[in-house]
């Protein structure tokens, strides 16, 4: 199994904007192929950002990737910059192999 995840430092002030963000999102990830979970999860609230990541779990590595080359992919992040005023710098990916 894979687990793929974002973390976005989100603007104080702005976390109500970018969870709305993500409850209207079309992720397009419904029936894709090796798709398993998705949760947006929100961690700790910092002097200027309060923490969030995207966190999917995949049957591979291999699915994710053939997702991230696909047309589902493109469709689901073409707005992705749309919303630049509840950021605080870019996403930060991180992919993980499950172990045990």
Do not use: C
Not at 39 to 68: C, E, M, P, V
Not at 77 to 94: I, L, Q, T, W
Request: proline share 2%.
């Amino acid at each position: 199994m894979y687990i793929a995840m974002n973390r976005f430092q989100i603007i104080l002030g702005k976390e109500v904007a970018f969870e709305n963000i993500w409850r209207g999102r079309d992720s397009k990830l419904s029936g894709v192929p090796g798709f398993k979970t998705f949760n947006l999860i929100r961690g700790d609230t910092k002097d200027d950002f309060t923490l969030y990541a995207s966190h999917t779990t995949w049957n591979s590595k291999d699915a994710f990737i053939a997702w991230t080359k696909s047309e589902s992919f493109r469709e689901a992040h073409k707005n992705a910059g749309k919303h630049s005023d509840v950021y605080k710098g870019h996403p930060v990916f991180e992919g993980f192999e499950i172990v045990i």
